[in-house]
């Protein structure tokens, strides 16, 4: 194979990787946006030195989004292999 053939062939795995690497980077965006919420939520239950039921339901359904996010990631990854 000459270099023309190398590169074009360097080329198009370069090109066939972009939609999965783009699709990591959302997936990984959104593990950030459920963390940040995350932190919100324990934050302001934290606030006034009492958890309520309604705080801790609220603190466990975000970390179980991070949970979910985290999962989605990993799985888009292994599938990128």
């Known amino acids: 194979m000459d ?5 074009g062939t360097v080329f198009s795995v370069a090109v066939g990787l972009i939609p999965v690497a783009v699709v990591i980077i959302k997936k990984a965006g959104k593990v950030a946006k459920e963390s940040g919420e995350l932190l919100v939520a324990v934050s302001k239950a ?3 030195g009492k958890l309520s039921g309604d705080e801790i339901r609220t603190v466990i359904s975000e970390a179980k989004d991070v949970g979910t996010a985290v999962m989605d990631v990993r799985n888009k990854t292994v599938t990128a292999k």
């Open 3 to 7: 270099i023309i053939g190398i590169i």
């Open 46 to 48: 934290l606030e006034d």
